[in-house]
């Protein structure tokens, strides 16, 4: 039999069928004798918290509609009905806020919020529509209305934290860091064991810079709630840019023995700060802790042979990896890497090995042809470099190092022309690369073209200002040539506060200085150089040169004797010595002595 309800305006009201839907998908069908529906919505609504009735029938009926629009994802046939049903009951406080809530959801942002301003922040009673609510105009821009929003949901809801936080958030947000840390405080007022609001007033310190402040309140919040682990993250990272890495380590320790053992994230920090401090036992202890609860963790086992590797126990390190292929063959990644400790121990004929075993199982892997290219260079094995490195160029056309690699190939060959080639090539594809640019004028230099050196040089400079081999080489250029030589002392003098222990460049200040005229000054930094480096024949024969001028002339004839003695090829030194009265200098390769300047 199909029922029928009378109101008082003396239509029917059909109530089968929507009873029948709603049964159907869950929701119960309740009614109150006076006409007055209670609070029934789609899942995640609060409906029934809210004081906000429906009071028209027909308002109701719609209402209802939209909710099983709502359930079956059609935003806008429920927008239809919720607007339909405002049209009965204009007043109706939820339907308005339906509508403002599915507008949002919708990106109609200004219909979202016209609606949402037509609900008086007073007439709202539950907390999810002040959340809500304020969401809508924080996400639409209207930061003060969602402020007031908050504002009031706080009045009434004084010990919701949710209020709180969702409101001193969105004050960080805006950078209002005092009005946010207002917040916060006002919530400890209310809810003082609250470790939330301590969290976030230590936030909010970092934010202002007040570091030791911010410490102390992540620390509150952890003693408020021991396992906080957002607290823990922001304490140890706060405790590590303070320099207190000590202490960031103890409170690692005890979060991982008291709270989680289990925590990855936190157990790998503290292995960085283990190796960091040179506590390198008691990484390797934290790594094994990982292996035990899990031990096919790969990144556990190839970090513990890296930091092997880094100590020098190369074995060590070689065994952790050759157990990882023993399970895993197919992970080039860690065959690679054990290549490079190969490479470390100059074991190059096995680190060509395991980077061929790569190529065998996939011969697109560039990293290990890349790597096969450069121990083949280093191995002068010109033409087997060159084969690996136009591979690599051929599968990653925009990687800048095959082709710094094919330029010193071809230079190491005296191909200077093919290396100026390659090397354009690569700039080509990486025009900031600032050791393609260096190699460039290098390669400049060996074909006679200064204007280039000096333009490469410098486009390396601009790339990298501290590039300290840039600043030597064209710093040395421009004193061996005499030219620019105030420059060059400059230049030569960045070069060796970058690297004071480097006897070429100290070497290039001391002949830089020798041109300017400040000959004992001079002489003081090619003595340095003799001592940083003793067998270069080049520093001998600035250094014999420098004496000349002193007319120290038998400290001038020793010192060209060693050079020729490292050199017997300089015929222009050769000739240098005869015409300056030191006799024949051919007699001297016979000789073995120790040159002491």
């Known amino acids: 039999m199909r029922h029928t309800y009378s109101i008082d305006s003396g239509k029917t009201f059909s109530l089968w069928l929507g009873r029948v839907s709603l049964v159907v998908l869950g929701i119960p069908l309740l009614i109150v004798s006076c006409g007055t529906a209670a609070h029934v919505g789609p899942h995640g609504s609060d409906l029934s918290a809210t004081n906000q009735e429906i009071i028209h029938p027909q308002a109701y009926y719609h209402?209802?509609?939209?909710?099983?629009?709502?359930?079956?994802?059609?935003?806008?046939?429920?927008?239809?009905a919720y607007e339909t049903g405002l049209a009965f009951d204009p007043d109706s406080i939820f339907l308005k806020f339906r509508i403002a809530k599915l507008h949002f959801g919708m990106a109609h942002m200004t219909a979202a919020v016209n609606m949402a301003q037509q609900i008086p922040a007073e007439e709202i009673s539950t907390v999810p529509m002040f959340l809500d609510l304020a969401k809508i105009f924080s996400g639409a821009g209207e930061r003060d209305q969602a402020g007031n929003i908050f504002a009031e949901g706080e009045r009434q809801f004084p010990i919701e934290q949710r209020?709180?936080?969702?409101?001193?958030?969105?004050?960080?947000?805006?950078?209002?860091?005092?009005?946010?840390?207002?917040?916060?405080?006002?919530?400890?007022?209310?809810?003082?064991?609250?470790?939330?609001?301590?969290?976030?007033?230590?936030?909010?310190?970092?934010?202002?810079?007040?570091?030791?402040e911010a410490l102390g309140h992540f620390e509150q919040a952890i003693r408020l709630n021991a396992s906080?682990?957002?607290?823990?993250?922001?304490?140890?990272?706060l405790l590590e840019e303070v320099g207190e890495v000590q202490q960031a380590i103890e409170r690692i320790e005890t979060f991982l023995k008291d709270v989680n053992p289990h925590n990855r994230e936190f157990r790998l920090r503290l292995i960085r700060l283990?190796?960091?401090?040179?506590?390198?036992?008691?990484?390797?202890?934290?790594?094994?802790?990982?292996?035990?609860?899990?031990?096919?963790?790969?990144?556990?086992?190839?970090?513990?042979?890296?930091i092997y590797g880094e100590q020098g126990n190369f074995a060590a390190a070689i065994e952790?990896?050759?157990?990882?292929?023993?399970?895993?063959?197919?992970?080039?990644?860690?065959?690679?890497?054990?290549?490079?400790?190969?490479?470390?121990?100059?074991?190059?004929?096995?680190?060509?090995?395991?980077?061929?075993?790569?190529?065998?199982?996939d011969p697109t892997f560039f990293d290990s042809i890349l790597h096969l290219g450069f121990v083949s260079y280093r191995l002068k094995r010109n033409e087997d470099a060159l084969s690996y490195l136009d591979q690599a160029v051929t599968l990653n056309p925009t990687r800048p190092e095959p082709y710094l690699l094919l330029g010193l190939t071809y230079f190491q060959m005296k191909e200077y022309h093919q290396a100026k080639v390659r090397l354009e090539d690569g700039i080509v594809q990486d025009p900031t690369n600032a050791e393609l640019h260096f190699n460039l004028g290098t390669a400049y230099d060996k074909l006679d073209r200064f204007d280039e050196v000096v333009s490469e040089m410098e486009q390396t400079l601009e790339l990298d200002s501290e590039h300290a081999d840039a600043l030597n080489y064209l710093g040395y250029s421009y004193a061996d040539r005499g030219i620019n030589v105030e420059e060059a002392v400059l230049l030569t003098q960045r070069a060796v506060a970058l690297k004071p222990h480097n006897g070429y460049y100290v070497d290039s200040l001391a002949w830089a200085l020798f041109k300017v005229g400040r000959i004992d000054e001079a002489l003081e930094m090619m003595q340095r150089a003799v001592k940083l480096v003793s067998d270069d024949p080049v520093i001998y024969e600035h250094l014999g040169e420098i004496f000349l001028l002193q007319e120290k002339h038998e400290?001038?004839?020793?010192?060209?004797?060693?050079?020729?003695?490292?050199?017997?090829?300089?015929?222009?030194?050769?000739?240098?010595?005869?015409?300056?009265g030191f006799g024949e200098p051919v007699p001297i390769f016979s000789q073995q002595s120790t040159y002491t300047p």
């Open 274 to 306: 283990y190796v960091a401090q040179d506590s390198a036992d008691r990484a390797i202890g934290h790594l094994d802790s990982l292996l035990e609860q899990n031990p096919g963790d790969l990144h556990a086992q190839v970090r513990k042979a890296q």
């Open 63 to 80: 209402f209802l509609r939209g909710s099983l629009a709502e359930l079956n994802n059609d935003g806008v046939k429920a927008l239809e």
């Open 555 to 580: 400290k001038s004839r020793e010192a060209w004797m060693h050079s020729l003695r490292l050199d017997s090829t300089n015929d222009a030194l050769k000739q240098r010595f005869r015409d300056t």
């Open 320 to 361: 952790e990896l050759n157990a990882v292929l023993r399970d895993r063959p197919h992970e080039l990644r860690v065959r690679d890497f054990l290549g490079l400790l190969y490479e470390e121990m100059k074991d190059y004929e096995k680190a060509i090995r395991v980077y061929q075993a790569n190529v065998e199982i």
């Open 163 to 212: 209020l709180y936080l969702s409101h001193g958030n969105l004050l960080l947000t805006e950078k209002e860091y005092e009005q946010a840390e207002d917040v916060f405080r006002n919530l400890l007022q209310h809810v003082p064991d609250s470790a939330e609001a301590h969290y976030y007033l230590g936030v909010t310190a970092v934010e202002k810079s007040a570091n030791l």
């Open 228 to 237: 906080f682990e957002r607290a823990y993250r922001k304490l140890v990272v």
